[in-house]
């Protein structure tokens, strides 16, 4: 018997089986894709945990912005002048009540309220429709630059009327314009205008008189 004969027995019980070896190399692969879908999931559940905060605090900003809106909203309702806030493209971003109230414009137009339909009440209700229209014409033409007039309507009321650019980030977006009633005050300057006509003294005594206290 040779010496490699001798040690066949012993050898093949060192040596592994093929189904054995192939088993091995499946566990090592499952343990490989085991270990990588784990590193996987722990870096989306990473992503995820910073989408979350990220998603919470977009969350905050909205819930805080629309607070400041509707407070903003509310102040404008409360005020006694007429607001409106119009976009370059001729759409109404923002009117408040009063507003509406000082242009008389029914319930119904309010959904479509734009420059054209706006404007053709407006024109409808001034007692210089053609002056009117110059000052609108001016402010497309000059829409930097701020503006003040005086419209009287022909129900007998008056209107100080300023248009402001309304900008976002320093970006020209609109054009905000208040509308305050003066026609109290411009009434009560006629009478006193005619008083001191009749009465120049008197007048000027009273003022004198008024000042004098203040």
């Known amino acids: 018997m040779t010496q490699a004969q001798a040690a066949g027995p012993q050898a093949a019980r060192h040596q592994a089986p093929p189904q054995s070896a192939g088993l091995t190399d499946l566990v090592n692969r499952l343990a490989q894709e085991l270990a990588e879908a784990r590193r996987a999931l722990a870096t989306a559940t990473q992503k995820l945990g910073t989408t979350t905060r990220t998603l919470e605090g977009r969350t905050?900003?909205?819930?805080?912005a629309r607070a400041a809106l509707a407070l903003l909203l509310a102040t404008l309702d409360s005020t006694t002048d007429g607001i409106l806030a119009m976009g370059y493209f001729g759409r109404a971003m923002h009117y408040n009540t009063r507003f509406v109230e000082m242009w008389s414009i029914p319930e119904e137009r309010l959904a479509n309220l734009n420059d054209g339909a706006l404007l053709a009440m407006q024109l409808?209700?001034?007692?210089d429709p053609a002056r009117f229209l110059t000052n609108v014409e001016?402010?497309?033409?000059?829409p930097d630059t701020e503006q003040f007039s005086v419209i009287e309507l022909t129900d007998g009321r008056i209107f100080?009327?300023?248009?402001r650019p309304q900008r976002v980030r320093g970006k020209r977006v609109g054009a905000v314009t208040s509308f305050h009633d003066v026609t109290e005050r411009h009434r009560m300057e006629r009478v006193i205008s005619a008083l001191e006509a009749d009465l120049p003294r008197e007048v000027a005594e009273a003022r004198a008189s008024a000042f004098s206290s203040l």
Request: with cysteine.
């Open 124 to 127: 409808s209700q001034v007692k």
């Open 138 to 142: 001016d402010r497309k033409a000059h």
């Open 160 to 163: 100080e009327c300023q248009v």
């Open 60 to 64: 905050q900003e909205l819930t805080e």
